[in-house]
């Protein structure tokens, strides 16, 4: 079989199936499992594709129908330009939380120090150090499973960004601590941000497959009104926060005014709801004190 054949008989595995994004699936499948890209794939699409090559891709194919995301097939998701590795362990970094990291940045300067609370994978916090300069953070997470895939993704994307002499690289500038929320944090952040869990119980079971059954339960459960995590986290960051800091959520489109009333009412001012490029409540930001 070519390189068209096989995509032409995953992309129709998938299609049956019923599986969202067929065509772009398979294509991609197809280019993880020939280590090649689009281009080559469309270009050369009479290159003989090696029965190995041909085993693997419809063991792959096969595992998508069963509704195992793409992601966790293929190993990484791509968040804020980065590379990041991910697995059953953490939440897929979505395209809607650039939106958080790119609201953060415009208030990141030189030097700051940033708490990302539930890290997973740490995609936020890791964005955030990469394009910023001399900043340091931790990332919390209550899963040690989470934090190893996090530690990964530092070394591999932040070593080499040595931002002065002091600095050892991914050690040095971005630490991971498990416990439970604030429990092991020590000390004061200049900004805190935070993509919590906020589905609520009841949701869940309405979500897709690939998310229901894949991906962590204690990544997406916010309690019985999606909220319990933005409650526990706006109660005990204050401590933690410097005067002058600021708290950045993400939160779900219908959750805007509900988180936004939750800052207000622990004193926080320039309480700010932002949307993401569908026009939906994303995001909810506010300054301490
Ligand atoms: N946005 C994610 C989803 O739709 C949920 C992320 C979260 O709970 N933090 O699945």
Redesign the pocket.
């Known amino acids: 079989m070519n390189y068209r054949e096989c995509y032409d008989k995953g992309k129709e595995a998938l299609q049956t199936a019923g599986v969202p994004e067929a065509e772009l699936n398979a294509r991609l499948l197809l280019e993880y499992v020939c280590d090649t890209d689009r281009n080559t794939l469309l270009v050369h699409g009479d290159r003989e594709v090696t029965a190995t090559e041909q085993e693997a891709y419809a063991m792959l194919i096969e595992k998508r129908r069963s509704r195992i995301p793409l992601q966790h097939l293929i190993g990484v998701q791509n968040f804020m330009g980065l590379d990041f590795q991910v697995n059953e362990h953490v ?1 897929i970094p ?1 395209q ?2 650039e939106i958080l990291v790119e609201e953060v940045l415009k208030n990141l300067h030189d030097g700051m120090r940033v708490l990302d609370m ?1 890290t997973g994978s740490g995609c936020i916090l890791i964005s955030l150090l990469y394009y910023s300069n001399g900043c340091t953070g931790v990332g919390a997470d209550l899963s040690e499973n989470a934090l190893k895939v996090a530690r990964h993704n530092a070394e591999t994307l932040l070593s080499g960004r040595v931002c002065d002499d002091t600095d050892d690289g991914a050690n040095g500038r971005a630490e991971f601590l498990q416990g439970d929320l604030f429990e092991k944090i020590h000390g004061k952040f200049d900004i805190i941000v935070s ?5 609520e119980r009841e949701e869940i079971r309405e ?1 897709m497959p690939e ?1 229901r059954e894949h ?1 962590p339960l204690s ?2 459960d ?1 309690g019985a009104d999606g909220l319990d995590f933005y409650r526990k986290i706006i109660d005990q960051c204050l401590v933690h926060l410097n005067g002058g800091g600021m708290l950045f959520f ?1 939160i ?1 489109y219908d959750q805007g005014e509900a988180v936004k009333q939750l800052l207000i009412q622990a004193n926080f001012h320039e309480v700010s709801i932002v949307k993401d490029y569908a026009g939906l409540d994303r995001v909810v930001y506010g300054t301490r004190f």
């Open positions: 939440l979505r809607d939380t539930c993509n919590p869990p906020y589905i979500l998310v991906e990544a997406l916010g993400e779900g």
